[in-house]
């Protein structure tokens, strides 16, 4: 039996490389607030904790872009060269993920709260309004954790 802690996210643990208890916390935890706080707070919350998750080389990185960039559709269009996660058609701008990248949930196979990828959201808005220095609005469009196919968010920049 392997109970050592591989590692922690804050206060939540991974225990023998998998996320086992750590996940099912969560779930609980959103559980929790999906039934005690109103849906804007619950966004707001989960929104500024996927703030919080994204990686400063990431966000260097899309600065650079930005800043050698005369408008926003060329920002979009040089960050799509390097992330492949963005999506640019005649319908919109899009983020989408063929598969769930969150390592608090990622490999827990239960449901969760479709609150729960406000996280994402907030990840998102980070990345384009510390690049752009100007709010931009994300909308969920699909889950992985909801039973879609990818996660899908929709990104308005004016």
Known sequence: MQNAISFGIGNVLFVGGRFGLGAKWVVNLLDALDREVDEETRVKVLESC???????????????????????????????????????????????????????????????????????????????????????????ISTIKQGNKQCKFKITTG
């Not at 060329?74 to 992330?83: A, S």
């Not at 994402?120 to 220095?133: H, N, P, R, V």
């Open 50 to 140: 996927g703030r919080k998750c994204i990686g400063e080389g990431f966000l260097k990185k899309a600065e650079a872009i930005a800043e050698k960039s005369k408008s926003t559709e060329e920002f979009l269009e040089g960050l799509g060269k390097v992330w492949k996660h963005l999506s640019i058609s005649k319908d919109g701008v899009f983020v989408v993920y063929e598969q769930c990248y969150c390592p608090l949930v990622k490999d827990y196979e239960g449901k969760v709260s479709p609150s729960f990828c406000n996280c994402s959201a907030g990840w998102i808005k980070q990345l384009f309004e510390t690049a752009l220095k100007k709010p931009v609005k994300v909308e969920k």
